[in-house]
């Protein structure tokens, strides 16, 4: 387990640290929170990075920035594709209308943000609404109007805008200041006019009632609170190791006085529980891929959130 504080100076690094699920795995992060900060923050000033060697200010962030960072550090993996993720998403302040599909974003400044009734946005998408250039914070807007788009790796910055029905499409870059009319595709890095885009060229939604979009609501949260207690079972097998390999009584000669000889014990004791909690959580995998998630089956069709995961698309 490692902690931080909050005004270390390389308290960004640190909160990035596990935005990829494959690095730092099993190793717990968490930021120590202090009174100044959370002063700075409800008054939206910047505070002070505390150089800890020589106990002096080495710089200034504003503080909602900090904290901004620190919500996009929560595993919404969890829960990206699925109707929780725009719930989460009203829950910090951007205004989602409803019918809304959102893959996997990274979003600055959530309150920012407005998305119109049926919009749709592809897997890592970028929304760079709150940005550092040459010293100066700049904070934009983005607004998604009714019924467009954005493609996958795509990347907004602040004051952009996208009309309704409007394509952004993927891999593209919409800079400050640009918009997108209704109607339109656009298409590039930085993103030019592709030509119109006709919305009957898609097959008309389907229209879910309250009582569906209440049933997906309650299967993913049900849905993230048992793979996250799944994934966490390959921790008691790699302690009862542990355990079992450091009892004295029947390995005697694991007794040690010395702390730095403790020390070395605990990284070799902690070489075959690795090992361990690396296979159980394979077989884990394995076992929920195979046993419970659906195949996945080629086609195109019309969908709701819970035929996706309902059909493994």
Known sequence: M???????????????????????????????????????????????LINPLTNTPARRLPASVVFDRLVEAAPTYFISGSSLHAWWLRALGARIGRDVNI???????????SVGDGA????AVNLENARVLQGELLL???????ESHVGSYAVLEGNTRLGEWSHLDAQSALSDGQSVPDRRLYSGSPARDAGPFDPSSLQPRLVAGRVRLAGEAVFFFLGALLIA?????PVFPTFMLIDKLDNIAEFPWMEVTSPWLSL?????L?????????VCTALLSAGIRWSILPGSRAGAGRCTAMSIAANGW
């Open 229 to 233: 207690t799944l994934f966490f079972l």
């Open 140 to 146: 934009g807007p983005i607004t998604l109007a009714a």
């Open 270 to 278: 902690a070489l075959p529980a690795s090992g361990v909690m690396i």
């Open 120 to 123: 749709s946005i592809g897997n």
């Open 103 to 113: 893959g996997s974003i990274t979003l600055r400044a959530p309150d920012l943000l």
């Open 2 to 48: 490692g902690i931080l504080r909050i005004d270390h100076p390389d308290i960004l690094d640190f909160i990035a640290l596990k935005q990829t699920p494959t690095e730092m795995t099993n190793f717990n992060l968490s930021v120590g929170i202090t009174d100044s900060f959370m002063q700075a923050l409800a008054r939206r000033r910047t505070y002070a």
């Open 264 to 268: 070395f014990k605990y990284f070799v």
